[in-house]
């Protein structure tokens, strides 16, 4: 239908939901992050036990030992809801394509000296089995943790695992011939290079507690994993060694990293803050998944950085421990 | 998708996706597998080749972002644009902000289940190509809910009914039929949820769900309603495709498979229909600008379309569900009675009920001529006459509801309009109550997870319907008005009749300023 109408101000009853604004202290105006994440998952009546966990209801606080009083301290500093997740990662994936462009159309992967090849093949191909692992144990956390604070954005860290263990792939397809991937995945499974990292990564499949999961997958392993592999080696060391292009087509990886430890962080933070338990579990948490983390890569550090991988894993460690700190976590 | 290879070897899109997404898997050796993926053997389906699982399509994610941000960057411009103008007064009518609050309480909640819903069973089949179905599709889960909250908020700025609609999802009796058949579905193993949602309610259901809604907010002026319908719908087309795949894939895999899949068509074709009762209420009764009427949509989505599903079918012994019958039986009295039902117990909702005026009944009566002057004008000339004497009538004791779908008992015997239909079991020693013979047949295969169903009467008698504090036992306690005030019902406000309320003033008069000439 068609009606002109002048413009009128006219006065609202209320700015927003309820359940959004009992959260955000009172009747205002909220963002769309707010709207779409607040209170969203049911906290009230159930009707049936899952078939397949009778133990425990479908949205159930003790998935993991981690208490909170507000399940919704979890925050994202990025305020993603899906339209602000996709319109972030679609900037992102354009840039990466603009780069796998450049490479291509120059021919600087024909370009790239032998060795650096060989590496970043050796190196980087296996690792989009770990994304996958990623991706799956993020998508348990989604699944399985409590409150849209923090399943929501553990469904993005899913897909932009995928998405980069697809970015790892490519770049396979664009530095040598699809066979890169079957040598890689015959490494994943039996060189023994990789079997630490395997061996933690079939480990974290089996976890229940979705909050400890969270710890050992997204804070330990990938927040040595990406300073290690892609912002140490192939940022640093390959790009100077006549590798820039290896650094070029995994910017992605890089940025996404840089951006979704902000988020890690601010999870430990607001779980440090809101239980006095939680610094000390989680503390625990980080005890026990850092040695096994670090064990399980310094092969790959060896890879890429010979002799000096030692050190370089030993700062890394540190770094992490100092961001557990910063955030809260009593080791 | 532009795959920079030169002078190499040429991919297929079909291998080159494998290689994106089952490539990426592997055999694990330092864990069992049954540990890992625990949960999609037990409800006994067999699969013996998982590699016989075709995708159904092939969106790698740096595709996905691409294509999913340009459809919310129109959508959220569209969104915008009705909110600023203040789009809510072109509608056709203020009754039509019924429909909205109807799809707020009932549906948004809905996609958030089903978010959850799939990104559980996109962790637990053992294959990659099923898993990474469902993650996409679990996002898509996300985004409808969220589009769907984000587009009504304007609405729920200036009008009644929608502000609570997570409380009122959780507690209000009526949606407990949405809420307890999803929760049926993802509490189910995860061959069951995908059956029941990406096949029964996503394939064969999912016209007659948002045809009504979207055209109808086409018909009535609700542009922001409508966008994010349609492009819901663009999604919807994948998830179509996947349900379709998983059923094919699962009836190919194994002959035990059939009778275990042909038994959740039964049950969630059944609950389905149950659960659109709401729509077809809707459909017939809501928009001041009608579509078409509820036995029409049933005409044409189901027995045309699925009719040509269920024999394509049959070549793996698949049958029409026995409950289509009943279906037909019920298609020119579910929205009558239905809206009977809303208008009698009218205090317990959250969206404003009317009588159908004069018009409307003519509306009625020539789309079921059958029925409708026979049994239910009647009613509504009587119920006219009784407002008109000031003496509006209303049903406030609590309803029997049915154990399985919640519905309160309401509906007649199939081919006999005038006797209510009741059915009843017995199970440990207590009497349970259904609305349907179907109703009963899943209770009884299922009974202990049914009797956990927390049937809202039940609750309020059992005193869970009160708010922390309240003292049942205080002098002139009123039990009523704190089960409302527990709902967070806001008596005179959200609930009750449309004429009269001030949703209906406050449009009128803002619509009047608009109009109005400087
Ligand atoms: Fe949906
Ligand atoms: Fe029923």
């Known amino acids: 239908m068609q009606m002109d109408l002048r413009t009128v101000t006219i006065a609202p009853q209320r700015q927003t939901y309820g359940h959004v604004a009992r959260h955000i202290g009172g009747d205002k105006p909220a963002s769309r992050y707010q709207e779409g994440t607040i209170g969203l998952q049911t906290t009230g009546n159930q009707h049936y036990r899952p078939l397949w966990d009778p133990a425990h209801d479908y949205f159930d606080e003790s998935r993991t030992k981690l208490k909170m009083a507000d399940w919704y301290a979890f925050r994202d500093p990025r305020q993603y809801y899906y339209g602000s997740y996709v319109l972030a990662r679609a900037r992102q994936q354009e840039a990466a394509e603009a780069a796998f462009d450049f490479v291509e159309t120059r021919g600087l992967a024909d370009a790239l000296p032998d060795d650096i090849r060989a590496l970043a093949l050796d190196l980087i191909l296996p690792l989009r089995h770990v994304a996958w692992g990623a991706s799956m144990n993020n998508d348990f956390i989604a699944a399985y943790g409590y409150g849209t604070g923090i399943t929501q954005p553990a469904l993005y860290y899913a897909m932009d695992q995928l998405g980069i263990a697809q970015f790892d792939t490519r770049l396979g397809l664009l530095l040598a011939e699809p066979e890169a991937l079957d040598a890689a995945k015959e490494a994943w499974l039996h060189d023994v290079r990789w079997q630490s990292l395997r061996r933690l990564v079939e480990d974290l499949f089996v976890e229940q507690d979705w909050f400890e999961l969270f710890v050992a997958q997204d804070l330990v392993l990938d927040g040595l994993l990406y300073p290690l592999v892609f912002q140490t080696i192939v940022d640093g060391d390959l790009a100077q060694r006549g590798g820039a292009a290896v650094a070029m087509v995994t910017q992605f990886q890089n940025e996404w990293a840089a951006e979704t430890r902000k988020w890690v962080d601010a999870q430990i933070k607001a779980a440090c803050a809101d239980d006095a338990g939680n610094a000390a579990l989680i503390g625990q948490w980080i005890a026990k998944w850092t040695p096994r983390a670090a064990a399980a890569l310094c092969p790959l550090a060896e890879m890429g950085l010979g002799d000096r991988s030692a050190a370089v894993m030993d700062e890394l460690c540190a770094a992490l421990d100092a961001r557990a700190a910063r955030a809260g976590v009593r080791a | ?518």
């Open chain 2, 1 to 518: 998708m532009d795959m920079p290879v030169t002078k190499k070897k040429k991919l297929g899109l079909k291998e080159r996706y494998a290689l994106m997404t089952r490539g990426l898997g592997w055999e694990p050796s330092y864990q069992p597998i049954d540990d890992i993926f625990p949960m999609d053997r037990f409800e006994g389906i067999k699969i013996h080749d998982w590699d016989a699982w075709e995708d159904p399509f092939r969106l790698t994610m740096d595709a996905y972002w691409k294509y999913q941000a340009e459809k919310e960057r129109k959508l959220y411009a569209i969104v915008d644009a009705f909110a600023q103008s203040n789009g809510h007064l072109t509608l056709s009518d203020a009754r039509y902000i019924n429909t909205v609050k109807l799809f707020v309480n009932g549906f948004a909640p809905l996609e958030y289940m089903s978010h959850r819903g799939f990104a559980h069973i996109g962790r637990q089949f053992r294959d990659v190509g099923p898993r990474v179905a469902c993650m996409m599709q679990s996002l898509d889960e996300m985004r409808h809910s969220q589009t769907q909250i984000h587009a009504i908020s304007n609405y729920n700025r200036y009008y009644s009914g929608m502000a609570e609609f997570r409380h009122h999802h959780d507690y209000l009796p009526y949606l407990q039929v949405p809420k307890s058949f999803f929760e049926d579905a993802a509490t189910g193993g995860p061959f069951e949820f995908i059956v029941a949602i990406g096949f029964a309610f996503e394939y064969v259901l999912t016209n007659l769900v948002f045809v009504p809604f979207i055209s109808g907010a086409a018909y009535n002026g609700d542009m922001g309603a409508m966008t994010f319908g349609f492009s819901a719908q663009s999604d919807e087309a994948r998830h179509m495709t996947l349900g379709l795949e998983v059923i094919k894939f699962v009836l190919e895999q194994d002959p035990v498979n059939v009778p275990i899949v042909q038994k959740w068509l039964n049950k969630w074709t059944w609950r389905g229909v149950r659960l659109l009762t709401l729509v077809a209420m809707m459909q017939d009764y809501m928009l001041p600008k009608r579509v078409m009427s509820w036995a029409e949509a049933w005409e044409i989505y189901f027995e045309e379309n699925c009719g040509a599903l269920f024999r394509d079918l049959a070549r793996y012994g698949i049958v029409m569900p026995p409950c289509v019958e009943q279906i037909r039986l019920e298609r020119d009295h579910l929205s009558h009675i239905a809206w009977c039902h809303f208008y009698q117990a009218r205090g317990t909702s959250d969206f404003h009920v009317w009588l159908p005026s004069k018009e409307d009944m003519d509306w009625l009566s020539a789309k079921y001529p059958d029925t409708f002057d026979r049994y239910y004008r009647p009613r509504y000339e009587y119920w006219a006459k009784c407002e008109a004497e000031g003496k509006p009538f209303e049903a406030t004791a609590v309803p029997m509801q049915c154990q399985v779908c919640q519905i309160p008992m309401m509906f007649t015997e199939p081919g006999d309009p005038l006797t209510l239909c009741q059915r009843h079991a017995d199970y440990k020693g207590e009497q349970y109550h259904f609305c349907s013979d179907h109703c009963r047949d899943i209770f009884e295969d299922e009974p202990e997870k049914f009797i956990q169903s927390k049937i809202a009467g039940h609750e309020v008698f059992k005193g869970n319907a009160f708010r922390p504090g309240t003292d049942p036992t205080a002098e002139g306690f009123n039990p009523a008005a704190e089960a409302l005030a527990f709902f967070r019902i806001e008596h005179g406000r959200d609930n009750g009749l449309h004429n009269g309320s001030t949703d209906e003033r406050n449009f009128a008069l803002w619509r009047g300023l608009a109009k109005a000439n400087d």
